[in-house]
């Protein structure tokens, strides 16, 4: 046998086979990091939805916040009155 011949032997019989484990490990790897940013994109989406909503219940809160100062001023206006 030529030494060519030897080294294409070694080439298919050993070189191959541990680049595709390597591979195979790498696949292996991105596959488990696509399935976490999947689950992340989830979840990011999910928090969007909660949030949209925020600026409406935040215009319900300052309506509420001016009745009530409003009471408290009437009230406060009352008891100066009284004990004044």
């Given at each position: 046998m030529s030494l060519w011949t030897i080294g294409n032997l070694v080439l298919l019989l050993v070189v191959v086979p541990v680049l595709v484990a390597l591979l195979n490990r790498v696949l292996a790897a991105l596959e488990d990091i696509r399935?976490?940013?999947?689950?992340?994109?989830?979840?990011?989406?999910?928090i969007i939805e909660e949030v949209h909503h925020v600026t409406?219940?935040?215009a319900i809160?300052?309506?509420v916040i001016d009745e009530v100062a409003n009471?408290?001023?009437?009230?406060?206006?009352?008891v100066g009155k009284l004990l004044g």
């Open positions: 399935g976490a940013a999947e689950v992340t994109l989830a979840g990011g989406l999910g409406d219940r935040l809160t300052d309506e009471g408290a001023v009437r009230y406060a206006g009352s």
